[in-house]
T-cell receptor, first 111, second 114 residues
Framework: QKEVEQNSGPLSVPEGAIASLNCTYSDRVSQSFFWYRQYSGKSPELIMSIYSNGDKEDGRFTAQLNKASQYVSLLIRDSQPSDSATYLCAVNFGGSYIPTFGRGTSLIVHP | KAGVTQTPRYLIKTRGQQVTLSCSPISGHRSVSWYQQTPGQGLQFLFEYFSETQRNKGNFPGRFSGRQFSNSRSEMNVSTLELGDSALYLC?????????????FGSGTRLTVV
């Protein structure tokens, strides 16, 4: 069974802090990793993708991938109240066109 | 460029009825995937269509079906609706499937079965 695990939260951080969101997955043979943001009542929006070990930065967002430990994380620097949303981790397990989604972590950034 | 268009946005149906949802992907995208999202189960994969062929299927009963047309537009049908089918149905558009570039989701169809 291919699984993607996320802490449901909520994760509460003050404005300006670094928010750290984590995701673990069950199969070492995984190739593509994605983070989506979903605001309440809206559909998911792709914010980051990462394919190789290490860090990938895009603005205030950094995705970190460690395939040996089977985890991927998302760091949000200088968190803003507008970052308050549910963050979904998605993993393409080896050979599959279809990503498996975690259930998401709710992030609350308070002023 | 235009995004992913799902219609209708909201639907209220009675148990036992059937429903058809529509999705127009981003121009040039050949893969359309459908997901069901509920608070308890998260995002559950229904099926994927690529070039008019169902390429992948999730673990949903046969009441859930779909198709894709030559212009890549896709429809999803649910027959004999049950109360548990109440959910947000999301269409996801991608070039080749969700492997390399991720998905662009439509706004979703909120289905309520009463």
């Amino acid at each position: 069974q291919k699984e993607v695990e996320q802490n449901s939260g909520p994760l509460s951080v003050p404005e300006g802090a670094i928010a750290s969101l984590n995701c673990t997955y069950s199969d070492r043979v995984s190739q593509s990793f994605f983070w989506y943001r979903q605001y309440s009542g809206k559909s998911p929006e792709l914010i980051m993708s990462i394919y190789s070990n290490g860090d990938k930065e895009d603005g205030r967002f950094t995705a970190q991938l460690n395939k040996a430990s089977q985890y991927v994380s998302l760091l949000i620097r200088d968190s803003q109240p507008s970052d308050s949303a549910t963050y979904l981790c998605a993993v393409n397990f080896g050979g599959s066109y279809i990503p498996t989604f975690g259930r998401g972590t709710s992030l609350i950034v308070h002023p | 460029k235009a995004g992913v268009t799902q219609t209708p946005r909201y639907l209220i149906k009675t148990r036992g009825q059937q429903v058809t949802l529509s999705c127009s992907p981003i121009s040039g995208h050949r893969s359309v995937s459908w997901y069901q999202q509920t608070p308890g189960q998260g995002l559950q994969f229904l099926f994927e269509y690529f070039s008019e062929t169902q390429r992948n299927k999730g673990n949903f009963p046969g009441r859930f079906s779909g198709r894709q047309f030559s212009n890549s537009r896709s429809e999803m049908n649910v027959s004999t609706l049950e109360l548990g089918d109440s959910a947000l149905y999301l269409c996801a558009s991608s070039l080749e499937g969700g492997t390399s570039y991720g998905y662009t989701f439509g706004s979703g169809t909120r289905l309520t079965v009463v």
